[in-house]
């Protein structure tokens, strides 16, 4: 009974599809016209397979091309933004594109022969809407694609796969006299992460039929198997295989905070001190000290260095522009203009003709004066700033400062 069902089904889907376009018969003369997907298909940044996939598109799924197919791409709109799809896989909305259908002789009822997923669409890349009992009732109605049967569901029409559809309407709740077995998937051993969106391939190749995409941050249950620098996964009740490069280990828990650093006492800049990631002029800055600004120190030392605290976070500064003597005068950086930025330049790891140059200029530019002001443009201080107020982001102070 099964097996005339079937038949019914494959030569109902036969006859339809002697009238439907072919796959790949996209051309430039269909610009600007309206196009459907006749299976799931990846949408990329720029035209070709080397281009970074944005998106895919469901079979069925309709939008106008916004300029001439080229090279076998197709130019679409894709949630407002430029993207391109093979157009081996569009074909024309208009004059038959509409989806295959059967004859009427497969419309009528069927039962499940196993647990079965309703799905939007006729792949199992579309989203499940349920999953219906061993034994359930279904009616039929009539259209195909591929190896699935649109059905009634909940007031709406829906889509399951037929292979798990025997022919008879029978009872809802009863069970199937024959019942096919369930597909067999393998044990799952664990769980890993998605670091990107993944084709998952029937086969652990880039060639084979793509079931559905996974996206970019999901949880995939793997069974521990591997080949061709591909991991096997089930998803949604199916087995297939992920490229290994965009997976990554799932933390079971999250990432616990980072303890409070220990406070053993503080100590003050002598000048405008640089605070670093590391303990090295190489390393990234993470902030500034001020001349006379205070700052907790860890009592770890490395090399010159001084473990601090900053901004909550253990970072390092430059021990020679330490000291344990608060400033007798708040915020104000000791020595000439010169004997400062000598000491910054120091600081910071620079040649010594690094400063010759900076002598140079600022000699000509303000002549090292703090409150040096340019009446004309409104440059300000010993650098001439244009404007001056950006010297704020180094210290409140910044008009009468030298550091």
Request: hydrophobic share 40%; charged share 15%; net charge neutral.
């Amino acid at each position: 009974m099964k097996a005339r069902f079937k038949r019914i089904l494959v030569g109902a889907g036969a006859l339809a599809l002697l009238s439907w376009p072919i796959a790949g018969g996209f051309n430039a003369a269909w610009a600007g016209e309206t196009i459907r997907a006749t299976t799931t298909v990846n949408v990329r940044s720029g035209p070709g397979t080397d281009r970074a996939i944005i998106g895919y598109v469901a079979w069925g799924w309709t939008a106008e091309s916004t300029g001439p197919a080229a090279d076998g791409w197709i130019p679409i709109s894709y949630q407002g933004k430029q993207g391109y799809v093979s157009a081996q896989y569009f074909t024309s909305a208009g004059g038959g594109a509409s989806a295959p259908t059967t004859s009427a002789g497969a419309a009528g009822s069927a039962r499940t022969t196993a647990a079965l997923n309703v799905r939007s669409g006729p792949s199992v890349g579309h989203s499940r809407l349920d999953t219906l009992a061993q034994g359930a009732q279904v009616v039929l109605t009539g259209a195909t694609s591929g190896d699935f049967a649109e059905i009634e569901w909940n007031g709406q029409r829906a889509w399951v796969s037929a292979s798990w559809l025997t022919e008879g309407a029978g009872q809802a709740a009863a069970a199937p006299a024959d019942p096919a077995p369930a597909p067999s998937l393998p044990a799952v051993t664990g769980q890993k992460r998605a670091t990107a969106a993944l084709n998952m391939r029937a086969e652990a190749d880039a060639v084979s039929r793509i079931i559905t995409v996974i996206p970019s941050g999901a949880t995939l249950d793997v069974t521990g198997a591997a080949a061709s620098g591909r991991i096997q996964v089930v998803r949604d009740g199916q087995a297939g295989w992920v490229a290994s490069e965009y997976v990554a280990e799932l933390a079971a828990e999250g990432p616990s905070a980072p303890a409070a650093p220990v406070v053993a006492g503080v100590l003050y800049a002598t000048t405008a001190v640089n605070v670093r990631t590391q303990a090295s002029v190489n390393s990234q800055i993470a902030g500034l000290l001020t001349a006379g600004q205070s700052v907790q120190i860890t009592g770890v030392t490395d090399n010159g260095w001084n473990e601090v605290v900053y901004g909550g976070a253990q970072r390092w500064v430059s021990s020679q522009y330490l000291t344990s003597s608060a400033p007798t005068q708040s915020g104000q950086a000791s020595g000439t203009p010169k004997e400062i930025a000598r000491a910054q330049v120091a600081e910071r790891g620079w040649p010594a003709d690094e400063y010759n140059c900076l002598v140079k200029l600022w000699d000509r530019e303000s002549g090292w004066r703090v409150n040096a002001s340019n009446p004309s443009s409104g440059a300000y201080g010993i650098p001439q700033a244009l404007p001056g107020s950006k010297m704020a982001s180094a210290g409140a102070d910044w008009q009468t400062n030298p550091a």
